[in-house]
């Protein structure tokens, strides 16, 4: 059974296993198991009897199905990774990630339910209660990054405001004008030193200013209830001071350990495609976490994935350029990995420097970089405008997906414990 699967997925192990099955003795021993290194001899080690393709016709149906998954998984994300550094982690980019998230997920999910017998027994059952467990902890997530964006809307708002205070309309500028943007560039500034200072657990330890200020206290409980653009905030749970990204990823990726050759034989091969979803659901939400602001955002979550899994090069590819660009980024401090975010930054320090130094009337280079510098504000703007309620709407979608699958997901596992 699953030849065919095997031999596309460990063609060095099918190769090892026929010539161990055709040159030893059949004795069963059922106990033996061995590490992913000695992979060939693992599978084989059960010697349970081979039912030919052919011979067995709902078999070859279930292994076309598992193919068929691991071949989308592997296309989809090879699609992602063959992305330039300008683009990877971008709003559009991470869009793009949850679209692919989402047709994995649903194609999971189909063959979860076609198999509805196997899911709910030994040992595919310890499999689907992990991923399960593993996809609750996800929701957790999704509300994390849908309150980072409501964070990025508000330094949209103070970068629009920059916007219009040196908005010249062929007039030349004047102080009046540019005390306006300074202002608005100074809460800007404090906005991201205190998603800074908030993105730790210990935060309350080192806020360097507005600690005990009550306007601001009384600001910041007024935003987090609503806010004049009609953007809710109103999640299913509220983040506590002791919640912690790093933390809920690295439970998530806890355990995440990939089937050996007799849980595939036992499984039908569907304990891979439940390994599979579980890291892709891992990775995904990994870069969530590494782009939006979240608290206590971290990216020392350990991913590997075993190189006989066809699609975990592109996400082991990916998952490096994220480490690499975490490294470069957080020297500088930065308050996500979202690429726009980086513009953001860049472009409040040279503003800041701007006008700062600037003395009127202004001379014709400093109109000049002026200009330039609005320009790309505008860009920044646009693309907020532009991209944020439909991440976030996306998000959401994600969250309502894996909250629907798991629901399936422990109504299978339940009718199977009560029927015993």
């Not at 021993?29 to 060939?40: A, E, I, K, M, R």
């Not at 068929?68 to 559009?92: G, M, P, R, T, W």
């Not at 600001?219 to 983040?239: D, L, V």
């Not at 860009?379 to 532009?386: D, L, P, Q, T």
Request: with cysteine; net charge neutral; glycine share 4%.
């Amino acid at each position: 059974m699953l030849a065919m699967f095997m031999f596309l997925e460990y063609p060095e192990a099918f190769v090892v296993g026929i010539l161990w099955v055709v040159t030893m003795p059949s004795t069963h021993n059922p106990g033996s198991s061995s590490p992913l290194t000695s992979f060939g001899r693992s599978i084989w080690s059960r010697r349970e009897p081979f039912h030919s393709i052919e011979a067995d016709h709902e078999s070859s149906e279930q292994e076309l199905e598992l193919q068929s998954f691991q071949k989308l998984v592997v296309d989809l994300f090879h699609d992602l990774s063959a992305v330039s550094a300008d683009e990877l982690l971008s709003i559009a980019w991470i869009r793009k990630l949850l679209d692919v998230f989402v047709c994995c997920l649903d194609e999971f999910r189909v063959l979860l339910l076609k198999n509805k017998a196997q899911v709910s027994k030994p040992p595919l059952d310890h499999w689907a209660d992990e991923y399960l467990d593993r996809s609750l902890k996800a929701l957790d997530i999704c509300n994390a990054t849908c309150d980072g964006i409501e964070k990025i809307r508000t330094w949209h708002k103070h970068l629009e405001i920059v916007m219009c205070a040196l908005e010249s309309r062929k007039r030349a500028f004047s102080e009046g004008q540019f005390r306006r943007a300074r202002k608005a560039l100074m809460d800007l500034t404090l906005e991201m030193l205190d998603e800074r200072d908030s993105g730790s657990v210990f935060s309350h330890r080192n806020w360097s200013f507005g600690r005990n200020n009550p306007r601001k206290d009384a600001r910041r409980r007024q935003h987090s209830s609503g806010n004049s653009s009609g953007h809710s905030r109103s999640h299913s749970w509220s983040i506590s001071n002791s919640w912690s990204a790093a933390k809920q990823l690295q439970s998530i990726a806890n355990n995440l350990i990939a089937p050996r050759g007799n849980e595939i034989i036992a499984t039908n091969g569907l304990a891979g495609s439940v390994y599979t979803m579980s890291s892709v659901l891992t990775f995904v939400l990994s870069a969530l976490v590494a782009a939006i602001p979240c608290q206590d955002r971290g990216l020392g979550t350990h991913f590997s994935i075993p190189q006989q899994y066809s699609w975990g090069i592109p996400l082991i590819s990916l998952h490096e350029r994220i480490i690499e660009e975490s490294k470069k980024r957080e020297r500088q401090n930065s308050n996500g990995l979202l690429r726009e975010i980086y513009h953001v930054e860049r472009c409040a320090r040279h503003m800041t420097d701007l006008v700062d130094v600037v003395q009127f009337p202004l001379t014709e280079e400093q109109k000049v970089e002026v200009e330039q510098e609005l320009q790309e504000l505008a860009s920044i703007c646009e693309k907020f405008k532009n991209g944020l309620d439909p991440l976030e709407r996306q998000i959401r979608e994600v969250f309502r997906r894996i909250m629907n699958c798991r629901t399936e997901g422990l109504e299978i596992l339940s009718r199977a414990n009560n029927l015993e």
